[in-house]
């Protein structure tokens, strides 16, 4: 299969219905143009829309090899580079649905998603070490000349032959508050349906170079994606190591001449506090697009002071929908501003608002809960229809349309001008450094260690610091907390059995005595980081006697956070 029996007719006259044909689309157009711009050791290293195509078709030649086809799944392990690109375009191109995760991911996390959601291969960076898995999940590693075996693929009946733009493109896990990652299933309508919105935003012009500061398991990255190649711009893929360190990361946007840099927050912390100089004197840069937690006021104010001519957007949503709004920061930031605009949703989309019954608020000022009305709209959590439906609500101004929202679980209010401002949540969720948490499944996996009897976990903001995990052990009498890395069955249930007895024995004031940073902290973070992604360990451990409650009997979070 060549790139030209596979790409819909020129970019900006294009029908493409399914991922691989948006995102390939400007290579009928701009075809010697650069998609991709990777920072290297000396310089940059161009992948153009040709040479991106004909990587693609080389992969798609390679799974196709090991039988991958339509109805399939595919792991991708990778960071996000050219080739990984190609991988996942190459997937689309077989109607296989790609899974990526990071290779940073824990070894049981991986086994995790692995045994989930059954894929036909796992397919990894051509660097990236290879990890044991079932025998009849195939192996392979990839670079962008082509697909390198190790083990094929078992052998199994093939019912699906034809794609259909309901078919999922990729499933992306989250943190799920089962105790277990939860997979979010986007179709190819869904999102090319979300990129044909985003890119009536007008963020970017086909002379655009953005970079992506995301990892590829994180949806922000295929946003970015769809942002840059949509439009026939390159997107500049940073890698973790790169974006850690101030001098590194605006070194590379200068020599990628990067004129937009998409990503969370608190990626600017550090260069904010070391490299505000660098900064100021980045003169091909004119967009900044943050999404994914707050941006503190102090840490916008301080870059609208160096770059009074920046372009300041934040892009709000979830991964159930990609994203929802696009809104521009006023130039200046308002001395009284105390909280972003979200804007209102991009075209083809809606948000409304819905107090605790259900029923529709209009009121300016008058907080409900965000409902999203998408066409970008996810097919379900993988394997989890009872938290699929509790996601989705039933259209609020005509219910007998069987028509579905999205229940966002954001908090907000409108202004007098209709533009929608965030107050909080209506459950536990939480961004870390733009990833979603589920504190829930934090507290289960402390649960499982050994001599736990309880477990609060928090989230807490610390201004330029960003939002920091916070965990509290309650540790089983006679034992010390985190006493042991090794848990079972049974001291797992053991210790879900005694966390409501030792709450309710704890009173609000009584906790505090005795409270400090746990002697085994570290063993503590160490269990946990078995399992969890990094930004799902807390950074804060503290060992308290019992959990304060509050006088409805609810943990009390202040009193808690009040011992760090």
Aim: hydrophobic share 45%; proline share 8%; net charge negative.
């Amino acid at each position: 299969m060549t790139h030209g029996d596979r790409l819909s007719p020129p970019y900006g006259a294009s029908p493409a219905e399914f991922l691989h044909e948006f995102l390939l689309a400007a290579a009928a157009t701009f075809p010697d143009r650069p998609a991709v711009i990777e920072p290297a050791d000396s310089g940059t290293l161009e992948t153009t829309y040709r040479e991106l195509a004909t990587a693609v078709d080389a992969l798609t030649e390679g799974l196709a090899a090991l039988g991958v086809g339509v109805g399939d799944r595919v792991v991708l392990e990778a960071d996000a580079s050219a080739a990984a690109l190609a991988a996942l375009l190459a997937c689309s191109t077989l109607g296989a649905a790609f899974i990526p995760v990071s290779p940073q991911t824990p070894r049981e996390r991986l086994l995790s998603i692995v045994a989930a959601t059954d894929p036909v291969l796992h397919l990894r960076d051509a660097g990236t070490p290879g990890t044991e898995l079932p025998a009849a999940t195939g192996t392979a590693t990839f670079t962008a000349a082509g697909v390198s075996a190790e083990r094929t693929p078992a052998p199994r009946p093939r019912r699906r032959t034809e794609r259909s733009v309901t078919d999922p493109a990729y499933v992306i896990f989250t943190s799920g508050t089962t105790g277990r990652p939860k997979g979010v299933v986007m179709s190819h309508r869904a999102v090319v349906a979300f990129y044909r919105g985003m890119l009536a935003e007008r963020l970017v012009t086909e002379h655009d170079r953005v970079a992506s500061t995301s990892p590829l398991q994180f949806d922000f990255s295929l946003l970015n994606f769809g942002m840059a190649l949509g439009a026939g711009a390159a997107v500049v893929p940073l890698k973790p190591e790169v974006v850690r360190w101030p001098r590194r990361f605006l070194s590379a946007l200068h020599e990628a001449g990067v004129t937009q840099v998409n990503g969370v927050p608190s990626l600017w912390t550090s260069v904010l506090r070391r490299d505000a100089g660098r900064l100021a004197a980045l003169g091909s840069l004119r967009t900044i697009l943050f999404c994914g937690e707050k941006f503190p006021l102090p840490q916008l104010r301080r870059v609208q002071e160096l770059r009074p001519d920046l372009r300041i957007v934040n892009c709000y949503g979830s991964t159930e929908s990609m994203a929802a709004s696009f809104a521009e920061v006023p130039r200046p930031l308002p001395a009284d501003e105390t909280d972003l605009s979200i804007g209102v949703a991009h075209p083809g989309a809606e948000m409304l608002l819905v107090d605790a019954d259900g029923r529709v608020v209009d009121e300016p000022y008058a907080t409900g809960e965000i409902l999203l009305r998408t066409p970008a709209l996810f097919s379900g959590y993988w394997d989890d229809p009872e938290a699929t439906r509790a996601a989705l609500a039933p259209d609020p101004l005509e219910p007998r349309s069987g028509q579905p929202l999205l229940r966002t679980g954001d908090l907000a209010y409108r202004d007098p001008s209709g533009a929608f401002r965030l107050t909080g949540r209506t459950d536990s969720q939480v961004q870390i450094r733009g990833n979603r948490v589920e504190l829930g499944e934090v507290e289960r996996r402390l649960l499982e260690l050994a001599g736990t009897a309880a477990v609060a976990v928090f989230a807490e903001e610390r201004g330029a610091e960003g939002t920091v995990l916070c965990a509290f052990v309650v540790p089983e009498p006679g034992t010390g907390a985190g006493a042991s890395a090794s848990a079972s069955a049974s001291a797992s249930a053991g210790a879900n059995a005694g966390a409501g007895a030792s709450a309710s024995a704890g009173a609000s004031a009584g906790a505090g005595a005795g409270a400090g940073a746990s002697a085994d902290a570290a063993r503590v973070r160490a269990f946990c980081a078995e399992t969890l992604p990094a930004y799902m360990v807390p950074q804060e451990v503290r060992s308290v006697p019992a959990l304060p409650v509050t006088a409805n009997g609810k943990t009390d979070r202040a009193a808690l956070l009040a011992l760090l």
